[in-house]
T-cell receptor
Framework: AQTVTQSQPEMSVQEAETVTLSCTYDTSESNYYLFWYKQPPSRQMILVIR??????QNATENRFSVNFQKAAKSFSLKISDSQLGDTAMYFC???????????????FGQGTILTVHP | DGGITQSPKYLFRKEGQNVTLSCEQN?????MYWYRQDPGQGLRLIYY???????QKGDIAEGYSVSREKKESFPLTVTSAQKNPTAFYLCASSIRGRYTDTQYFGPGTRLTVL
């Protein structure tokens, strides 16, 4: 079974600064996806970024980027130029792939509450 | 607008009652999922369905039931056998296929047992 660990229950950052959220995972699979989802106070889950394990290049989406270290089983999220709207709970999630498609089952970490201060 | 809708937003249930949570999507997605979220915890998978008329148990299926009679709809019934049903419930959907299984979520239903 896969496990996902987010070791930082809460973090805070000043507006316009950079913050990094940590995520580690445990799996024996070689092919999988990793995701970061954001859940603001509205509780809507929003996809932030996605990484395919077979790709060595780190994924980037505007101000959001990841540092994917496959051997270390680490998948951190960096938020640059933090904005007040980034205040949310952030979840790291793992999805196994088999036979060229996925089972579609996401395993989530416990989440990190990020607060952006003006 | 394409998306996932869940209703109701808030639901109150008396102990011993069954309740059904609605999830509808017009994204033409093949797969649909139900998750439960408790305070301070991540999401846990209850049930999922990859095609119509087929579904599988997730990690915490006991006390829940689902049906998938239409591609667009995946209702979740919380039965009286669920011992601690108060939680936030999220429905998600995805295209089923090679490397395209990113899941998109609905707005959620908050269930409270009185």
């Amino acid at each position: 079974a896969q496990t996902v660990t987010q070791s930082q229950p809460e973090m805070s950052v000043q507006e316009a600064e950079t913050v990094t959220l940590s995520c580690t995972y445990d799996t024996s699979e070689s092919n999988y996806y990793l995701f970061w989802y954001k859940q603001p106070p509205s509780r809507q889950m929003i996809l932030v970024i996605r990484q395919e394990a077979y790709k060595q290049q780190n994924a980037t989406e505007n101000r959001f980027s990841v540092n994917f270290q496959k051997a270390a089983k680490s998948f951190s999220l960096k938020i640059s130029d933090s904005q007040l709207g980034d205040t949310a709970m952030y979840f790291c999630a793992f999805m196994k792939i088999a036979g060229g498609t996925s089972y579609g089952k996401l395993t989530f970490g416990q989440g990190t509450i990020l607060t952006v201060h003006p | 607008d394409g998306g996932i809708t869940q209703s109701p937003k808030y639901l109150f249930r008396k102990e011993g009652q069954n309740v059904t949570l609605s999830c509808e999507q017009n994204l033409n997605h093949d797969a649909m999922y139900w998750y439960r979220q408790d305070p301070g915890q991540g999401l846990r998978l209850i049930y999922y369905s990859q095609i119509v008329n087929d579904f599988q148990k997730g990690d915490i299926a006991e006390g829940y039931s689902v049906s998938r009679e239409k591609k667009e709809s995946f209702p979740l019934t919380v039965t009286s056998a669920q011992k601690n049903p108060t939680a936030f419930y999220l429905c998600a959907s995805s295209i089923r296929g090679r490397y395209t299984d990113t899941q998109y979520f609905g707005p959620g239903t908050r269930l409270t047992v009185l």
